[in-house]
């Protein structure tokens, strides 16, 4: 852990914040700052808490943290308009549900004449602990976005309307899928703390995942 880099961390989370930036919301200097992320000087406690406030973070986050062990692997943090889609979803409860479910949407896509169909996913929570424990098995739902007068046939369509989410790219998901996609979503939990931005699960899709070689994860805020 170190006090220094979870403070650049922390200053890239907060729109690139620059270190003159920092220095001058701290009435302080850009070298003091610049002492702070080599860590060869760490800030007195007034400082301390006025760091912890503009960041929306605690002392513990701030000095006993390794908040940039998750950080590494993502770039693009943002806050993105959605604009309104309507789809279609395929939810799966297997051993390999990410899989399965693609698959199938994949397959409903190219029978209506699209292959490269724009596909996305997310956990579906409806898994009893049997099922978890016992069998190993866990539930995913995959959807795909319509493209305009497409109308599958013989299957309920979805509409969500335009709205807004934090967002953040990976461009390697799968090379340690487990570790990569997980602390991608608490990078990005971590940047809609720091600014301000609160989750919501109003007549949207709470989170989701783009699907292909590289991924967008999306978490809906207000």
């Known amino acids: ?5 979870n403070l650049q961390f922390l200053r890239h ?3 690139n914040m620059t270190q003159e930036d920092l220095a001058e919301k701290m009435n302080i200097s850009r070298q003091t700052v610049s002492k702070w992320e080599l860590d060869t000087a760490q800030p007195e406690m007034d400082k301390a808490i006025e760091l912890c406030k503009l960041f929306n973070c605690s002392l513990d986050n701030l000095f006993r943290s390794d908040m940039v062990a998750c950080g590494k692997a993502y770039t ?16 799966v409860i297997s051993s390999d549900p990410e899989g399965d479910a693609i698959d199938r949407i994949f397959y409903i896509a190219r029978s209506c004449g699209v292959d490269n169909p724009r596909v996305i996913g997310w956990d579906f929570p409806n898994v009893s602990q049997e099922q ?3 069998f190993n098995m866990h539930g995913y739902e995959a959807a795909w976005i ?8 013989d299957i309920e369509i979805h509409e969500q309307a335009s ?4 967002a953040i790219h990976i461009e390697t998901p799968f090379e340690s899928p487990f570790v990569t996609i997980p602390n991608a979503y608490k990078t ?3 940047y809609m703390r720091v600014n301000c931005l609160e989750r919501t699960k109003k007549d949207v899709i709470p989170c989701f995942e783009t699907d292909g070689e590289s991924m967008d994860i999306y978490i809906a805020c207000k």
Do not use: C, Q, W
């Not at 852990?1 to 880099?5: A, D, E, P, R």
């Not at 709205?163 to 934090?166: D, F, G, N, Q, W």
């Open 13 to 15: 989370l907060k729109g």
């Open 1 to 5: 852990m170190s006090f220094g880099k």
């Open 146 to 153: 319509l493209p305009d007068g497409v109308v599958p046939p």
């Open 76 to 91: 693009n943090l943002r806050v993105e308009t959605v604009p309104a889609f309507r789809y279609i979803k395929h939810a």
């Open 188 to 190: 990005l939990m971590e």
């Open 132 to 134: 978890k424990n016992v």
């Open 163 to 166: 709205h807004k989410y934090a």
